[in-house]
């Protein structure tokens, strides 16, 4: 009798998708994960999440995608929804300004309730609508420098960026745990052993998905 180690793969990353309401979250975490875009905003139905699975450095690693149901509107975002998030793609509308002067807010709400080590993109979404642009491509980058965050523009309509913003978010958070993990090597080869666990993968995934765009 054989049986299936169910090892599809090698690391599983939470990542959450904030900021304000009508910036194009949903709409990115369907561009990424079901190359979708949905024209009309439909804020209330949400996913939960959504799962992706890409090569990272030779290493197969599902990114789990956390999207609101609409929550921010209220600013009623539960630290649930932020526990064991190891990433962050921080959106803003290029056309409305005022989304992006709560980046600021944003980041607050980041430090209030997530990890430290959290991997931070700022996204500068709807750059299709250049001309009706609010915000300049150097303002938001000397925000980025200042805060320490990476960024980039995109297009969830024209799926400009969206697979580059990911890809960066897993590719810097890769980084950062296969630091970690051989630091743990290096000092169990040279003191006491001593066993650490890197969290990455331990989240329940009892919850399931909801499709955003039926059509
Ligand atoms: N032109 C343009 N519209 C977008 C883009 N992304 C989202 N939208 C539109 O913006 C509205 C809000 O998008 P949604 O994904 O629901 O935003 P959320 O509230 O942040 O989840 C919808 O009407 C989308 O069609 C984009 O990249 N370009
Ligand atoms: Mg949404």
Request: proline residues 0%.
């Amino acid at each position: 009798m054989s049986y299936k180690v169910d090892h599809e793969y090698d690391y599983l990353f939470k990542v959450v998708l904030i900021g304000d309401s009508g910036v194009g979250k949903s709409n990115i975490l369907s561009r990424f994960t079901r190359n979708e875009f949905c024209l009309e905003s439909k804020s209330t139905i949400g996913v939960e999440f959504a799962t992706r699975t890409l090569q990272v450095e030779g290493k197969t690693v599902k990114a789990q995608i956390w999207d609101t149901a609409g929550q921010e509107r209220y600013r009623a975002i539960t630290s649930a929804y932020y526990r064991g998030a190891v990433g962050a793609l921080l959106v803003y509308d290029i056309t409305k300004r005022q989304t992006f002067d709560n980046v600021q807010r944003w980041l607050r709400e980041l430090r209030d309730h997530a990890d430290s080590n959290i991997v931070i993109m700022m996204a500068g979404n709807k750059s299709d609508l250049n001309h009706l642009r609010a915000v300049s491509t150097e303002d938001a980058q000397s925000l980025a420098e200042k805060e320490g965050l990476s960024f980039l523009e995109t297009s969830a309509l024209e799926a400009y960026n969206v697979e580059k913003a990911f890809q960066t978010i897993l590719f810097d958070i890769y980084h950062i745990i296969s630091k970690k993990a051989l630091a743990t090597q290096e000092a169990s080869s040279t003191s006491v052993p001593h066993g650490t666990t890197i969290n990455v993968s331990n989240m329940s995934s009892n919850t399931g998905n909801k499709a955003c765009c039926s059509n």
